[in-house]
């Protein structure tokens, strides 16, 4: 996952004892800590959703932001950006004037919102099985780094997370499918790319319906 950090802050890994107690509590811990000089549109050398996404207009960036009404159908653009009126006030894209779903958000307030940390994206599938899709169009051939990151995001069905389908898809072939899951989901790939090729992030509704389907949606895409 990536985050924003200022001097001095700190990030602790903890881990604490579940329910059967304190025995055979060993806990294998990995970290490795990269700083990302994130980007503007346009850089061309790295994207990065949540730092791009204000200069997102759907028609002359490598971002865009829409939905599939199946995992068969065509990538349709959202039409325009609007102003929320279901979260706050936040900037979003989304067709549907009622559900506003499905849609790609991002929270500019300064505390969490329908399980998205501020300066983050969220994304939420439609009412109707529609996947909310994020799209990077390669400017280049060769070869990239993408590192993503979903996150279990909203929260209900009794303090649970809603469950979503989520899929990674180079043009139409899909490189990562997590079905009905409601984890946090971290992804690190390499692959060759041509230029006009599409990477498309995509989330649809799981088992349990449409409900607290909101989607924590972070990527960062390097050209190596």
């Given amino acids: ?36 000089l994130l980007s503007s549109v346009g850089d061309n050398n790295t994207w990065s959703l949540p730092a791009d996404f204000e200069s997102v207009n759907n028609s002359d960036t490598q971002w865009f932001f829409g939905y599939k009404e199946d995992l068969e159908s065509p990538f349709k653009c959202f039409l325009s950006r609007h102003v929320s009126n279901i979260t706050n006030g936040v900037p979003a894209w989304y067709d549907n004037m ?3 779903n499905p849609g790609v958000w991002k929270n500019t307030i300064s505390s969490k919102r329908f399980g998205v940390t501020p300066s983050h994206i969220g994304i939420h599938p439609g009412p109707d099985g529609e996947l909310a899709v994020v799209r990077w169009v390669s400017p280049f051939t060769g070869e990239i780094n993408i590192c ?21 898809v180079k ?17 690190d790939l390499t692959i060759n790319i041509n230029k006009g090729d599409n990477i498309d992030f995509q989330a649809g509704m799981g ?14 895409i390097r050209k190596k």
């Fill in 1 to 36: 996952m990536n985050i924003n950090v200022n001097k001095g802050d700190y990030i602790d890994f903890e881990a604490g004892m579940s329910s059967d107690g304190h025995s055979y509590d060993n806990t294998l811990l990995d970290v490795k800590i990269t700083k990302i």
């Fill in 98 to 100: 009622g559900t506003e």
């Fill in 148 to 168: 993503v990151f979903f996150g279990s995001g909203d929260s209900g069905h009794g303090g649970a997370s809603g469950h979503v389908d989520t899929y990674i």
């Fill in 171 to 187: 043009n139409n072939e899909v490189l990562f499918h997590k079905l009905n899951t409601s984890d946090d989901e971290s992804f």
């Fill in 207 to 220: 088992s349990d319906g449409n409900g607290y389907d909101n989607t924590p949606l972070d990527i960062t």
